[in-house]
């Protein structure tokens, strides 16, 4: 939405980062950052069969289930992802060894919450995370503009609702565990094989059949299909 400031300021860091790593001479031929602006159908038709990994990152009890995630699986790439949303249904579907589980669960943000979140205390103790947030405020990222980003330091590190800090470590140990498993082409591609063939309930055949039944409460009722020259001579 156009009045969705903060949304709008982590695309600008998006195109930000980009331009750093797409200009590396280190890295700029092994690495792209691209946002993709008015994200589309006939992009989607492009995307979801490309991907080789699915970032379902949402904290835990946060997010509602959407279909991103299904259309990425069903199409065989693997998914990285928290326990939210339809990812918990993924995950029982395709086999827990062939889903990257990172983050929090619901109860666990929960008594996190309850006991006191303090995220600035994560960014003090982990010398990694901390590296990448005095990027960010150092303006590394802005040509030296130290205010451009400070809103989303500033929230990371002193109100954090989504707990990124807290899921952060989990990720980065869990993108390990994607390299090592990507590899081993054999077994990658036998997870993405079993991804696909296991996504059968996520069809939308599936899910109208199971809204007819346990709500609508209707259910299918013959048709007698005439030709038209049946109809014709009915007349």
């Not at 996190?112 to 405020?137: M, S």
């Not at 707990?163 to 498993?181: H, I, R, T, W």
Request: aromatic share 10%; glycine share 8%.
């Amino acid at each position: 939405a156009p009045g969705y400031y903060l949304a709008k300021l982590f695309i600008k860091l998006i195109n930000s980062v980009g331009a750093v790593i797409n200009n590396d001479p280190a890295v700029r031929d092994r690495l792209k950052v691209v946002f993709l602006p008015d994200f589309n159908v006939g992009n989607a038709q492009r995307n979801y069969p490309a991907a080789d990994l699915s970032e379902q990152i949402s904290t835990a009890g946060k997010e509602a289930s959407g279909t991103g995630n299904m259309k990425f699986s069903m199409n065989g790439a693997l998914t990285i992802g928290t326990l939210d949303g339809a990812n918990v249904e993924i995950r029982q579907e395709v086999g827990a060894e062939n889903f990257f589980l990172f983050g929090l669960n619901v109860s666990e943000v929960q008594q996190l919450q309850r006991e006191g979140y303090r995220p600035i205390e994560i960014y003090r103790t982990n010398p990694e995370l901390k590296a990448v947030i005095d990027l960010l405020r150092e303006g590394f990222f802005s040509r030296g503009d130290r205010e451009l980003f400070r809103p989303l330091v500033d929230g990371l590190l002193h109100d954090d609702p989504y707990l990124v800090m807290a899921d952060y470590q989990s990720y980065a140990d869990c993108q390990e565990q994607v390299e090592n498993a990507y590899r081993d082409r054999d077994h990658w591609t036998r997870m993405s094989i079993l991804n696909t063939a296991r996504m059968g309930r996520f069809s939308s055949d599936r899910s109208i059949r199971d809204y007819c039944s346990e709500i609508w409460g209707v259910h299918p009722q013959p048709i007698e299909l005439r030709s038209i020259e049946e109809i014709g001579q009915a007349l």
